[in-house]
């Protein structure tokens, strides 16, 4: 298993130097979970986080995941319906690693979804872009490449990838 | 009373007056006009295209809707506040408190899930030669004093009553302990129900939204040929999880299907079977606990025939005491009837908004204040 081997080379899951690295293979959702919370641990506020890769392949789990590490209270669902939902996080607790070097900023979890979207110009028909950037948002959205033409420099692609045995999952980050 | 309904929250632009008395409710006047067509150029969903063309037919349509009656067509206005697309939604609430200010009629904020619900206590039209709309602008029934009605059977709900709402953006159970008194009991935890069948439907190349070819391929198919999974089917809480399942059918043709033609029919035919399963086994694990008298079905995947033949019969070997049957099928899509329904059972009991303050609410939970 990956996670074995990566333990032996010192690198933990999700570690800042994983993050860094290109590929993570994540073979449960246990380790997902992981990987989710320290990569929420870097996130200062302004971040714009793009999902890309096929149906089923955890792209609503990461951004639930990532909402449940920022401290979202309400249920995060698939926003392939109403294209994007708006969720407010709590502020972390002082002891919380999450509060290293975010202050206060971070208040609000963006979660678009382009699944449904005939176009990039689209996202910006409901609203969406004022919400990318802004420095008290994080923004997650699925299905990033349909409208890769109006996400902002600098944003954090993932793209997920299904394994041939069907359970594990290739991140690739870039 | 009479109700002029405004639906404005995807892409289905409705209209309706609707005759409330007492407990009873029946369609006056209906008019939609749809944008099915226009999407499928755009190959998806244009929020902007949406709000502008439902802005185009809003004046005409009301003009059609209200003749030579004008303020004198209506007593109250029924507009969906939520949850829906913002600026689709933006377009019926401001047509919605123009009318108010601009005739002083009372208006009231209805919630869409709300609305579906409605659609059960709607009279049902015996003679109807309703179609689903798909072309620009369609009259069905429109005015006819000739029309006779039935009652439907449970168009006088006993209380409390279940909800199973399940569309393309919802899946929620919903407990209703008067008309108007909403209690959310369970939800998706992920993807609406719909929304699995309209990808499972993608998955398989059947277009988009290919939730109704999902349905109409599993007619032939073995629902038994594929042990796909029932998420969450065990679990103590009324909560609903579709994305596993949904995940499970891209698996299946990942991993044993790489190549080759897998057999579409036993797909969908188990694929429904799984997503059935659950919503039946759901609904009937809410109701031996709050015991409701009526159990309703609401919303688009009402229309799914197997859901329907499934939960009427679940209720009447396990539940015996409760009345169940689903709604008309053609009030299980958009429709405005509905919402001028639900805001009829709102204003008799004087659940007004202001004009002045309303505004759309593109998230709005059912039961949320």
Not at chain 2, 235 to 245: A, C, H, T
């Amino acid at each position: 298993m990956k996670r074995k081997k990566a333990k032996k080379r010192g690198i933990e899951i999700g570690s800042p130097r994983e993050i860094q690295s290109r590929e993570v293979r994540i073979a449960s959702l246990k380790q997902l979970r992981i990987f989710v919370k320290n990569f929420a641990k870097t996130l200062r506020g302004g971040e714009v986080i793009a999902l890309s890769g096929p149906l089923g392949a955890g792209k609503t789990t990461f951004a639930q995941l990532l909402g449940k590490a920022l401290g979202v209270g309400e249920r995060i669902t698939s926003p392939t319906f109403t294209l994007m939902h708006i969720h407010r996080t709590r502020k972390p607790l002082p002891s919380s690693p999450l509060a290293k070097g975010r202050g206060e900023r971070l208040s609000i979890l963006v979660h678009i979804d382009a699944y449904r979207l005939a176009n990039a110009r689209a996202l910006q028909n409901i609203g969406a872009l004022d919400y990318l950037g802004r420095p008290d948002t994080v923004a997650v959205v699925e299905w990033a490449e349909k409208v890769r033409r109006v996400l902002p420099r600098g944003t954090r692609w993932i793209n997920f990838k299904i394994k041939s045995d069907g359970k594990s999952r290739e991140l690739r980050i870039s | 009373m009479r109700i002029l309904g405004i639906e404005t929250s995807c892409d289905e632009t409705a209209l309706a007056i609707v005759e409330g008395k007492g407990e009873r409710v029946r369609v006056a006047r209906e008019l939609v006009a749809s944008q099915v067509k226009i999407h499928k150029k755009y190959g998806g969903v244009v929020p902007e295209v949406a709000a502008r063309r439902h802005a185009e037919v809003m004046p005409w349509m009301l003009k059609k809707m209200l003749g030579r009656e004008r303020a004198r067509a209506f007593d109250v206005i029924a507009v969906t506040a939520g949850p829906g697309l913002i600026t689709s939604l933006r377009v019926g609430v401001d047509t919605a408190r123009s009318l108010a200010y601009a005739w002083g009629k009372p208006l009231v904020a209805v919630n869409h899930l709300a609305g579906h619900i409605a659609a059960n206590f709607i009279d049902e039209i015996t003679n109807t030669k309703y179609q689903i709309p798909n072309t620009k602008f369609q009259i069905p029934n429109s005015n006819r004093k000739s029309l006779s009605y039935k009652p439907f059977a449970i168009s006088r709900a006993r209380f409390p009553a279940l909800a199973l709402v399940v569309s393309g953006g919802h899946t929620e159970l919903v407990l209703m302990r008067d008309h108007g008194v909403y209690e959310l009991l369970g939800a998706t935890r992920d993807d609406a129900a719909g929304e699995a069948f309209d990808k499972v439907g993608k998955l398989l190349g059947l277009g988009y939204p290919g939730g109704p070819a999902v349905a109409k391929r599993a007619e032939k198919g073995d629902p038994h040929a594929i042990p796909f999974p029932r998420p969450m089917i065990h679990s103590k809480d009324f909560d609903f999880s579709f994305s596993g399942l949904k995940t499970a059918v891209a698996q299946y043709l990942d991993v044993q299907h790489p190549v080759g033609h897998p057999d579409i029919a036993d797909i969908c035919a188990s694929f429904q079977e799984a997503a059935v399963d659950v919503l039946v086994e759901k609904t009937i694990r809410a109701a031996r606990r709050v015991k409701p008298k009526t159990i309703l079905l609401a919303g688009g995947v009402a229309a799914n025939k197997e859901l329907r033949k499934r939960l009427g019969i679940e209720v009447a070997r396990q539940l015996p005491t409760a009345n169940c049957r689903p709604p008309p099928m053609k009030f299980t899509t958009d429709n405005a009837a509905m919402i001028a329904a639900a805001g009829y059972f709102m204003a008799r009991k004087k659940q007004f908004a202001d004009w002045r303050t309303l505004e759309p609410r593109a998230n709005w939970e059912i039961g949320a204040e």
